[in-house]
């Protein structure tokens, strides 16, 4: 009798870390390339410019490619604590910007900035229920 044994090629603990990075990195990816498109009427709801929503856009997509990376590499655990404080960061200043009134957003752009802290908090403790599974 002959014994195969085969290696094991990922760690079913980091599956959800992993799903959730991914998911992350292609929503926030799709929203980027649909802003570009889409910059100077979403300026003209909002209240910004479309230098505002371009400049938004680029980091959309910039942050979607450096977060799916991130999430092919074997040890997620530090890739995730940094995406996880992204994640929180941008929930935070989103809602301080709702909050001091920085910018000069109109009805839909207050609720387009509070839509985006609420995925973004969303993605954080999805990200920090997968980092938990890790150990």
Known sequence: MTAITTPVLFDSTDSLLRFALRADAAVTGTVGLAG??????MAALEGLTATHEY??????????????????LPDLRR????????????TVAAIAVVAAGLLPLTGIGVVAMLASAVYTAFFARMQYRGLRRLG
């Open 36 to 41: 570009v498109f889409a910059a100077r009427p």
């Open 55 to 72: 400049a938004v856009a680029a980091f959309c997509i910039l942050y979607g490619v450096v977060v799916y990376f991130l999430s092919a």
């Open 79 to 90: 890739a995730g604590i940094g995406v996880i404080a992204a994640n929180v960061a941008c």
